[in-house]
T-cell receptor, first 116, second 112 residues
Framework: GAVVSQHPSRVICKSGTSVKIECRSL??????MFWYRQFPKQSLMLMAT?????????EQGVEKDKFLINHASLTLSTLTVTSAHPEDSSFYIC????????????FGPGTRLTVL | RKEVEQDPGPFNVPEGATVAFNCTYS??????FFWYRQDCRKEPKLLMS???SGNEDGRFTAQLNRASQYISLLIRDSKLSDSATYLC?????????????FGQGTELSVKP
């Protein structure tokens, strides 16, 4: 099966710092990657769609200057939470799609961010 | 109104019980449908796709009614290990971004 990794799995940082989360597809090339955020007891909310070599498409209400997404290669996308604040504390999950409109999305294990 | 809505939980059932989850979606152009399972503090994992003709995988049966925009999941003979949150997920059509839209999830707790 397809494997997606995320790093780090957990991060605690001070308010005002920036945090970078990596999402890698380990055994396939991902033309599209997705970034989700999940608050406690809530469902996954799509933040943005990341296509290799082009700008990410952000969902309504997600600040693109705060959540910087880079998809520089077919196996790596990064999400940088800039100037993090306590309200950014959440579970961030990426997924990767091999290609085509109907291919399954494979989820990474998630990154738990705590901003103090 | 949310695009995907599920039964509010939690469901607390004894081992061996049959439990049914319901889900409705509002976007009639939705293309494909899934049930995912999410354990506490973990990523969601695909449980099964849902087909118009209905499909079964062991103790799990999924049904789709496109006319009513309704999806269901039936778990028979529930096990302790079935305890998790079950997410109804809809895939938008490719011309709408091909995105997965998640329901809020229904928590299931199976007790001995």
């Amino acid at each position: 099966g397809a494997v997606v990794s995320q790093h780090p799995s957990r991060v605690i940082c001070k308010s005002g710092t920036s945090v970078k989360i990596e999402c890698r597809s380990l055994d396939f090339q991902a033309t599209t990657m997705f970034w989700y955020r999940q608050f406690p007891k809530q469902s996954l909310m799509l933040m943005a769609t990341s296509n290799e070599g082009s700008k990410a498409t952000y969902e309504q209400g997600v600040e693109k200057d705060k959540f910087l997404i880079n998809h520089a290669s077919l196996t790596l996308s990064t999400l940088t939470v800039t100037s993090a604040h306590p309200e950014d504390s959440s579970f961030y999950i990426c997924s990767a799609r091999k290609g085509g409109s109907t291919d399954t999305q494979y989820f990474g294990p998630g990154t738990r961010l705590t901003v103090l | 109104r949310k695009e995907v809505e599920q039964d509010p939980g939690p469901f607390n059932v004894p081992e061996g019980a049959t439990v049914a989850f319901n889900c409705t979606y509002s976007n009639s152009a939705s293309q494909s449908f899934f049930w995912y399972r999410q354990d506490c503090r973990k990523e969601p994992k695909l449980l099964m796709s849902v087909y118009s003709s209905g499909n079964e995988d062991g103790r799990f049966t999924a049904q789709l009614n496109r006319a009513s925009q309704y999806i269901s999941l039936l778990i028979r003979d529930s096990k302790l290990s079935d305890s998790a949150t079950y997410l109804c997920v809809v895939n938008r059509a490719y011309n709408q971004g091909g995105k997965l839209i998640f329901g809020q999830g229904t928590e299931l707790s199976v007790k001995p």
